[in-house]
């Protein structure tokens, strides 16, 4: 059974950091691309970041880029978000996910194994 556990999460003031991490269990993860996503209340869950298996192709959405960073460590069988220069608009549910294929993408069609979530709250 494939298990992904996220950790890290917690209550941050603007401009601060956060360092998300999930550990994977029941798949070695390093033969897929993973990717982290987020749900704010009442929104949508979207994509944050991806990496491809080999952790040479990264991908992030537009409103991070600059301040996330997406990485994995393919021997502990874990992937990390670094997440610097929070905004209060970053406050969300964060979800890892395990992809299907090799490539980094967006779609989280494209992910077959969920974690439960950690919680992320910046405040201003």
């Known amino acids: 059974q494939v298990q992904l556990v996220e950790s890290g999460g917690g209550l941050v003031q603007a401009g601060g950091s956060l360092r998300l991490s999930c550990a994977a269990s029941?798949?070695?993860?390093?033969?897929?691309?993973m990717g982290w996503f987020r749900q704010a209340p009442g929104k949508e869950r979207e994509f944050v970041a991806a990496?491809?298996?080999?952790?040479?192709?990264?991908y992030n959405t537009d409103s991070v880029k600059g301040r996330f960073t997406i990485s994995r460590d393919n021997a502990k069988n874990t992937v990390s978000l670094q997440m610097n220069s929070l905004k209060p608009e970053d406050t969300a549910v964060y979800y890892c996910?395990?992809?299907?294929?090799?490539?980094?993408?967006?779609?989280?069609?494209?992910?077959?194994?969920w974690g439960q979530g950690t919680q992320v709250t910046v405040s201003s």
């Open positions: 996910a395990s992809g299907r294929l090799g490539y980094a993408n967006e779609n989280e069609n494209e992910y077959d194994y």
């Open positions: 029941g798949r070695t993860v390093s033969r897929y691309a």
């Open positions: 990496i491809s298996w080999s952790g040479l192709m990264t």
